[in-house]
């Protein structure tokens, strides 16, 4: 799924971008369960989970959660954290075998960091396999031609000062510029998805979809709801 320079990148952890990053994943929690509603039992697959600030939110409303990354630094992290949920390991490379099927499939703020988009194609095309029926393949906060960075900062700004996080947003920004991101970003161009190709996916993968908006902090970025 990731590159692996991203997957050295996310080894090193860094306590301002978490806490922005935790701001970002509540937003989206809130938007998600206020839209799509889930009531204790209901299962989800956390795809990318990263440090599992969205699994916290599920696990403390009762839904039943599983976890998957390519990273094993946060499966640690997690299975440490979580220890009744399910774990996987995934390579990127489908197919993945998951236990069951589920309500949810959630890629929250990852399709960014796929090599490119047949790999996207790939992985949505696998996961469709795992939803129930009226079952949700949910791909949120995507980055296309039309995002912009300066934009989708003042939203993630505009959230820490609501939260009280404003020094956490300062570090933040300066970890982003002072950390290897930018030279990571450099060498591993981030992913960009058009809404056009988001349609032709669907229609190959036998797939309805919805573009939502507003569904994360980033006002510029899109968010995609498909289902059988």
Not at 40 to 51: A, E, M
Not at 81 to 100: E, L, N, Q, W, Y
Request: glycine share 6%.
């Amino acid at each position: 799924m990731q590159n692996s320079s991203w997957t050295s990148f996310w080894k090193k952890p860094n306590d301002a971008f978490n806490r922005v990053m935790n701001v970002a994943t509540d937003f989206f929690y809130r938007e998600l369960t206020g839209r799509y509603p889930l009531k204790p039992g209901d299962s989800v697959l956390d795809y990318g989970c990263g440090p599992g600030f969205l699994i916290g939110n599920l696990v403390n409303a009762g839904i039943d959660v599983t976890g998957a990354d390519i990273n094993e630094h946060f499966l640690q992290q997690n299975k440490a954290r979580f220890p009744a949920v399910d774990f996987i390991r995934i390579s990127g490379k489908p197919p993945v075998t998951f236990k069951k099927q589920f309500d949810q499939v959630i890629l929250l703020s990852i399709v960014q960091y796929f090599p490119s988009l047949e790999d996207m194609e790939n992985v949505v095309r696998d996961l469709k396999g795992y939803l129930k029926p009226g079952g949700k393949l949910i791909i949120a906060d995507v980055l296309d031609e039309n995002t912009s960075p300066t934009r989708d900062a003042l939203g993630i700004f505009t959230q820490c000062i609501r939260r009280g996080r404003l020094v956490a947003f300062a570090r933040f920004i300066l970890y982003l510029i002072l950390s290897d991101y930018r030279q990571t970003s450099k060498n591993n161009k981030l992913l960009l998805v058009s809404s056009t190709f988001v349609k032709q996916m669907a229609d190959r993968c036998s797939l309805k979809v919805e573009l939502v908006k507003d569904m994360t902090p980033h006002p510029t970025r899109t968010n995609y709801i498909f289902t059988l």
